[in-house]
């Protein structure tokens, strides 16, 4: 036995060294920007050690534990079982001896020895006997009480591995132990292995318990490394828990002090869940995090790529060119774009990328361009006056997306060049990965998930690539495949997904959808409606301007009457007006009352305190052409007859206007969407109403 832990003990401390070597090889990689530093290092420092401690425990240890098994107690069997996973030895029949060993002593042993057992049988990978098991786990519920922070981490960490999910009766008291647990003290790596376990087991914690963990690790996260904060907030991903603002801001400072000591495989994940918590880091911590990751491009493997490149793109950052070549060059030496995850996120990237440089060249920020077009997709992908720009980076050639015969030439970029002509290389680069994304796609269409096949679409309609005939039928294949009801999880797709679809249908396909296509579209769409959000209703009603096509009226009532259910914000108040600006332009068939409901929300809406109908009329006039007008005079009259409400006029004497704008029109014009009214739509003069109807209708406004 301490044969046998000394060897343990041993390769721990070999690993620990290697890693803190590795550590300052990396520092010393970025002040110094060696690219091939680390490699070296890492070659001459070797494994003998590791080779050693693998031959002495196969020639000299594990003979003996043959002859001697037999007297062996409980302590010494789970010691030495837990040394081989250590070590990483995996030797069936030796395994097997154990297990069989360990099968009469399972109910002497205490919390420590039970979680070191089961943590040894994952990792080396051996599901033990059933039998062995339950009573494993038997006797784990009689100690229950007695374990601390570690035996608790260490046990579901086992079983996490093990991939066995306990009974709820097991479940319910390892719960409360840890709830128990986090009331006193909890270490920071107990912690993060808790919740992470629970998270990859699918265990439906209950709230207080979230609550309790939460409130347990925000003062620990400035003492976290960075591997344990990414366990930590993938845990609470998988519970799918959403921290408050506080803990955000928590986290976010205490990533900002651990980025720059961060490996290449742990950096990539620390932003990722700002993204998904949609956080504004503070001013400094994007440029912080860039610094920090340049240095580690080249060390990243192709899923630290694709995960760092998506998150940035989704926080709006835009790198700076020479980082942007280094990025590049690490995605195509990995073959980022070979596979569907990478292909889709690089696609999206590309295109953000290209949209926050147009941007910059006009002077406008992020929050400027947020402000502008609150949708769900960018403002400047789906002005119609730019759905058809071929807009390139750096005016590449657009022969390069459009390409799909042979493979990309391999180009080497050396140090000198990338230095020297950054924009060039920059230019170069996109190109070959573009045409590797459509080759990968064209290949492996089939095998992309909904969320690749929207991410891989959204990429194309920011890139504004015009896709070839044989692309545009590759993706019409794939996507009208996802539009079925299918019974895989994968396949099936968000509404955020279809809208993307239908934009890189419109935006980025030559030919336009057939009827059987949209059809399918309107069914799927509509099956996702009671998800649907503010945010998604007005993209798809920007995506279905742009393709100019009329949806059925079954169809915009429902999505008229979801925004109006959905609909409690401010933002959403204009994502709502656009909804009605694009129905009004294309001329869609609304019914009267629907119209009426929307617009006296509206309006209400407005009228709270700290609201302010000028933002609204920013939001309708984002094609710079109507400044002051919450809707165009010249846009309403085929709908609802609505007059323009101006953006100075007051709150009170605006509803007024439109009451009598619409008692004056009636039911008649409202509608005759089908047959679009003159643009003044109606005067008060026609409308033949009394003073008494009209004031009836105002108290019901």
Same mark, same amino acid.
């Given at each position: ?157 086992? @079983?996490?591995?093990?991939?066995? #999910? &306990? /009974?709820?009766? !097991?479940?319910?008291? *390892? $719960?409360?132990?840890?709830?128990? +647990? %986090? ?90 869940? @700002?993204?998904?918590?949609?956080? #504004? &880091? /503070?001013?400094? !911590?994007?440029?912080? *995090? $860039?610094?920090?990751?340049?240095? +580690? %491009? ?404």
């Amino acid at each position: 036995t301490s044969c046998f832990t000394t060897a343990a003990r041993l390769a721990t401390e070999l690993q620990q060294q290697q890693q803190q070597q590795r550590r300052q090889l990396a520092v010393e990689h970025r002040q110094q920007q060696r690219l091939d530093a680390g490699q070296a290092a890492n070659q001459s420092t070797g494994f003998s050690g590791q080779t050693d401690l693998q031959l002495i425990v196969q020639q000299q240890l594990l003979p003996l534990l043959s002859n001697w098994l037999g007297q062996f107690d409980s302590t010494g069997l789970v010691l030495v079982t837990y040394s081989l996973a250590v070590l990483g030895h995996r030797n069936e029949a030796v395994l097997a001896d154990l297990e069989q060993a360990v099968m009469p002593l399972a109910a002497s042993l205490n919390p420590h020895l039970l979680s070191q057992l089961l943590w040894s049988f994952g990792t080396l990978r051996i599901k033990p006997q059933q039998l062995l098991l339950q009573r494993l786990l038997r006797q784990a519920l009689r100690v229950m009480h007695e374990a601390n922070e570690q035996d608790c981490a260490q046990l579901l960490h086992g @079983l996490t591995k093990l991939g066995y #999910m &306990p /009974p709820k009766q !097991w479940m319910y008291s *390892y $719960l409360c132990q840890v709830s128990q +647990l %986090l009331e006193t003290t909890m270490s920071p790596r107990a912690l993060c292995t808790i919740v992470h376990s629970l998270g990859r087991l699918g265990v439906r914690a209950p709230l207080p318990l979230v609550d309790s963990i939460l409130a347990a690790s925000q003062p620990m996260l400035l003492y976290m490394p960075p591997a344990g904060l990414n366990m930590l907030c993938q845990g609470l991903r998988l519970l799918k828990c959403n921290p408050s603002l506080c803990w955000q801001h928590a986290y976010a400072k205490a990533v900002q002090g651990v980025m720059m000591d961060s490996e290449a495989r742990n950096l990539p994940l620390l932003a990722a869940p @700002l993204l998904r918590w949609r956080f #504004m &880091p /503070p001013a400094g !911590w994007c440029e912080q *995090y $860039l610094a920090a990751s340049e240095g +580690l %491009l080249l060390e990243m493997q192709a899923q630290g790529l694709a995960v760092l490149g998506h998150t940035l793109a989704g926080l709006q950052v835009r790198p700076t060119e020479p980082w942007l070549v280094k990025f590049l060059t690490a995605a195509q030496h990995r073959q980022l774009a070979s596979s569907p995850a990478g292909c889709s996120y690089l696609m999206h990237l590309l295109g953000t990328w290209q949209v926050l440089r147009e941007r910059c060249s006009r002077g406008i920020t992020p929050a400027m361009a947020s402000a502008a077009a609150p949708t769900a997709a960018t403002a400047d992908t789906l002005r119609p006056n730019a759905m058809r720009a071929e807009t390139r980076w750096h005016g590449a050639a657009p022969a390069a997306a459009n390409s799909t015969t042979g493979p990309p030439a391999v180009h080497s970029v050396n140090r000198r060049q990338l230095e020297q002509q950054p924009c060039d290389v920059l230019t170069e680069l996109v190109g070959i990965l573009a045409v590797a994304c459509m080759q990968c796609f064209l290949r492996r269409g089939e095998q992309f998930t909904a969320e690749q096949l929207g991410v891989f679409c959204k990429g194309l309609a920011l890139s504004r690539y015009m896709l070839t005939s044989k692309l545009t039928s590759k993706l019409h294949q794939v996507a009208g495949a996802l539009l079925q009801a299918h019974p895989m999880p994968s396949k099936r797709p968000t509404a955020s997904t279809l809208a993307n679809i239908l934009l890189a249908v419109t935006i980025s396909c030559r030919q336009p959808p057939n009827s059987r296509f949209m059809d399918a579209f309107w069914l799927a769409y509509s099956r996702l409606m009671p998800t649907v959000s503010a945010a998604q209703a007005a993209a798809l009603a920007q995506a279905i301007y742009g393709l100019q096509v009329q949806p059925p009226a079954w169809f915009v009532q429902q999505m008229l009457e979801r925004v109006a259910m959905v609909a409690d914000t401010e933002t959403d108040v204009q994502r709502l007006a656009l909804l009605l600006s694009v129905a009004a332009e294309r001329g869609w068939q609304v019914r009267a009352d629907s119209v009426q409901v929307l617009v006296a929300q509206m309006l209400y809406m407005i009228q709270r305190p700290g609201s302010s109908s000028s933002h609204v009329s920013k939001q309708i006039g984002h094609t710079a052409t109507v400044k002051e007008a919450v809707w165009p005079t010249s846009k309403v009259g085929s709908v609802c007859g609505i007059s323009c409400l101006t953006a100075s006029t007051s709150i009170s004497s605006a509803i007024l206007q439109w009451q009598q704008h619409a008692i004056a029109a009636g039911v008649q014009v409202l509608c005759a969407a089908a047959t679009p009214r003159s643009s003044l739509g109606c005067s008060a003069s026609n409308s033949g109403t009394t003073d008494g109807l009209r004031q009836q209708q105002q108290q019901q406004l």
